[in-house]
Nanobody, 120 residues
């Protein structure tokens, strides 16, 4: 059973910083694209950022310039460094691992989520 585990959520004041981390089993980390998504209660889950096994990154517009995604393939850990946090960044953040096969089938795993609350 593959496993993804997030950590690092919490309460932070507006303008503050936070780092989220995600660990995954080596079988996933070796080849899967890793990413962060977030969800506010009652709203759809949205993409925050992704990073390929080769290190190519993609960010949602709201994350550009404030969030940085990175991965350490040796430690099978991915991180999301968030700065200049705003109250609207409050959400549950989910780690995601995704692999698209040549026949368009997709293998995907999700973590259990970690709460980030931005409030004074």
């Amino acid at each position: 059973q593959e496993q993804i585990v997030e950590s690092g959520g919490g309460l932070v004041q507006p303008g503050g910083s936070l780092r989220l981390s995600c660990t995954a089993s080596p079988n996933i980390f070796r080849s899967y694209e890793m990413g962060w998504h977030r969800q506010v209660l009652g709203k759809q889950r949205e993409l925050v950022a992704t990073i390929t096994s080769g290190g190519m990154t993609n960010y949602a517009e709201f994350a550009k310039g404030r969030f940085t995604i990175s991965r350490d393939n040796w430690k099978t850990t991915m991180s999301l460094d968030m700065s200049d946090l705003k109250p609207e960044d409050t959400a549950i953040y989910y780690c995601n691992a995704r692999f698209e096969f040549p026949n368009d089938n997709v293998s995907e795993f999700w973590g259990q989520g970690t709460q980030v609350t931005v409030s004074s």
